[in-house]
């Protein structure tokens, strides 16, 4: 041993027998000190930069709001949070998640917005059991062929979303439509489901186009859907991409003479910067404006007056993951380890989201209504109930 070490196991030493000493003064002995339960390590893997932040942040937000309202404890255990900028890039995906389970030793892993890094964590969540909750990212596998028992969804599917737009498009008179998104895995997943409902109600899909996550150069593929001359456009942005298309879309005229659809992602959280450009347009979600919950209601008073901003579906999902978390931690009292009592308590649990309540499919999706919403002003106006209950097909999951 070094000089130096050596002193500084003395020191650490004769602070134990002080503490001892001054223990015993008290009468007291070590047996008798009630001990708190350890702070429960939450690894909140999320997009801070980039064209999914506001989507992290919101979630982020919402999350910490619901422990707020249980007092700062969920299952009688305060939180300890472990947070990183997963910068929603898929070749970083495995590395960041295995560094907050392996090195921090995270008890539970609250994360993603993009489906490709979802598919990261995935393969560590299964690799070290670690529980993953779901705050978004919509990837298939993750509640489909490579579902477990410790992978939870507190948002929907990529297939889930926009599967009921097709109907409510073709029931509008638009029998053919064009398609854009970004090329990657929930662009293309969206698109599969899209197609399945359109050509189900009798549409044609007439145009593809595609490009990388998350380019926004956009105006050469906007020339092509005013040759193609769809009857309208379907597609799949979010976040600050869903801003600039929603833009870019109005002002090449083609708002007026090619009607825009999307799943709800198109337009939420993004109002604001929209403007005029996205007012009427119609949009599937699992989440709209003007629901009449009580629990949305106080939801979105709790959210406003402690972030002074209005609440999104993003929002919605965090808030709800975190619910699910207190869920299974109330059912083993804070003992996350009893990984079965845990996850049989979320399985059999009714979610009262400001959504509306939801149960959680044999795979771990929510079970949920989609709503039809209609931008006005700066609000995605609930229209109607497109598809009650939807679940999704979990195809491939042994546990379905
Ligand atoms: C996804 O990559 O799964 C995704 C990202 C943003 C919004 C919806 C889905």
Redesign the pocket.
Known sequence: MTQSAASATRRRLLKAAAGGAALAATGLHAPYVIAQPAKLKVGLMLPYTGT?AA?GNAITNAFRMYVAEKGGKLGGRELDYVVVDDESDPAKAVDNAARLVNRDRVDVLVGT???GV?MGIVKVARETGVINIIP????GAATGELCAPNIFRSSFS?WQTIHPLGKAMVERGHKTAAWISWKY??GEEMFASFKEGFEKAGGKIVRELWLPFPNVEFQALLTEIAAAKPDATACFF??GGAVKFVKDYDAAGLKTRIPLYGNG?LTDGTLQAQGSSAQGLLTTLHYADGLEFPKDKEFRLNYAKTYKAQPDVYAVQGYDAAQMLDVGLRAVKGDIKAQKEFVAAIEQATIDSPRGRFTISKAHNPVQDIYLRQVVGEANRFVSIAWKALADPARGCRMA
């Open positions: 999914f989507l917005v993009h489906s979802q978004n990212a919509g990837a990529n895995a929930a979010a976040g992602f």
